[in-house]
């Protein structure tokens, strides 16, 4: 059974920095892209970020090109964003999933098949 746990969530000031993890309990971690979500209030959930199984391939949404950064520890079982500049609109509950793939790696062209609980990011103004 596969397990994400999302932790590193929590309140911030505008401008300000946090990094998110995901331990993911994955036989085979190297086989799966890894992305993460997030969910507003009111809205629907939206991608942040997906990287590859090796790291070697990113994609953001254009909403945090420049300010996040999306890595993977593959020796740890753990995927990370870093961050940085936050802005009120970024207050969200961030989660993240992961998905198995063969090939190479695209987004959104292969689908996320587990998801974890989520953890919460406020950021005030």
């Known amino acids: 059974q596969v397990q994400l746990v999302e932790s590193g969530g929590g309140l911030v000031q505008a401008g300000g920095s946090l990094r998110l993890s995901c331990a993911a309990s994955l036989r085979t971690f190297r086989s799966y892209a890894m992305g993460w979500f997030r969910q507003a209030p009111g809205k629907e959930r939206e991608f942040v970020a997906a990287?590859?199984?090796?790291?070697?391939?990113?994609y953001y949404a254009d909403s945090v090109k420049g300010r996040f950064t999306i890595s993977r520890d593959s020796a740890k079982n753990t995927m990370y964003l870093q961050m940085n500049s936050l802005q009120p609109e970024d207050t969200a509950v961030y989660y993240c999933a992961a998905g198995y793939y063969s090939g190479t790696y695209s987004y959104p062209g292969h689908p996320f098949d587990y998801w974890g609980q989520g953890t919460q990011v406020t950021v005030s103004s």
């Open positions: 990287i590859s199984w090796t790291g070697s391939i990113t």
